[in-house]
T-cell receptor, first 112, second 114 residues
Framework: QQQVKQSPQSLIVQKGGISIINCAYE??????FPWYQQFPGKGPALLIA?????SEKKEGRFTISFNKSAKQFSLHIMDSQPGDSATYFC???????????FGKGTHLIIQP | GAGVSQSPSNKVTEKGKDVELRCDPI?????LYWYRQSLGQGLEFLIY????????KSGLPSDRFSAERTGGSVSTLTIQRTQQEDSAVYLC????????????FGPGTRLLVL
């Protein structure tokens, strides 16, 4: 049972464009939704995170949009740069539990 | 300061052998996590430690997998009688305390079972 579904699997965006990655979840007990960025040969690094009591969170060029009723959340990367080329994972965590449930990842390529 | 470190960085073993993977968390972090990253499967949670105890072992895929943590610091993940399907990147993460949300990941150990 895949509790967090992520799409698309891969994405190519032109430099300066907007990259959008979507995730959907089923378990309403999830109360914390982070996005991780992973470069080849490295471990994932936290990019931005949101709790379900807000609908949007912005940090620099990165924005999370959260739709609690639809059980969906998305990552928007504005003014995408070649250095943003990486694999992005959405994740979720149940209240009181500590292991993260990850989506399968999106391989993002920003073309110069 | 130093991040999470893992050793070895790469491990090649033969089917049926036992392997031990080591994780050194960030100094002072009391919570420690193990995940497995397989090609096309994303990251799977394996086990969580708070101090030396493991309140959540729900993700361990079989009884061939075990983990321990000593002194509230270093952790070892052991895989007995390795199988080819165990080939993956094993990632360790730590966080300052339970309830602290940010998990800091190490670079992982790439395990290949021949």
């Amino acid at each position: 049972q895949q509790q967090v579904k992520q799409s698309p699997q891969s994405l190519i965006v032109q430099k300066g464009g907007i990259s959008i990655i979507n995730c959907a979840y089923e378990n309403t007990a999830f109360d914390y939704f982070p996005w991780y960025q992973q470069f080849p040969g490295k471990g994932p690094a936290l990019l931005i995170a949101i709790r379900p009591d807000v609908s949007e969170k912005k940090e620099g060029r990165f924005t999370i949009s959260f739709n609690k009723s639809a059980k969906q959340f998305s990552l928007h990367i504005m003014d995408s740069q070649p250095g943003d080329s990486a694999t992005y994972f959405c994740a979720a965590r149940r209240g009181g539990a500590d292991g993260l449930t990850f989506g399968k990842g999106t391989h993002l390529i920003i073309q110069p | 300061g130093a991040g999470v470190s893992q050793s070895p960085s790469n491990k090649v073993t033969e089917k049926g052998k036992d392997v031990e993977l080591r994780c050194d968390p960030i100094s002072g972090h009391t919570a420690l996590y193990w995940y497995r990253q397989s090609l096309g499967q994303g990251l799977e949670f394996l086990i969580y430690f708070q101090g030396n105890s493991a309140p959540d072992k729900s993700g361990l895929p079989s009884d061939r997998f075990s983990a321990e943590r000593t002194g509230g610091s270093v952790s070892t993940l052991t895989i007995q009688r390795t199988q080819q399907e165990d080939s993956a990147v094993y990632l360790c993460a730590s966080s300052p305390a339970r309830g602290t949300e940010t998990q800091y990941f190490g670079p992982g150990t790439r395990l290949l079972v021949l």
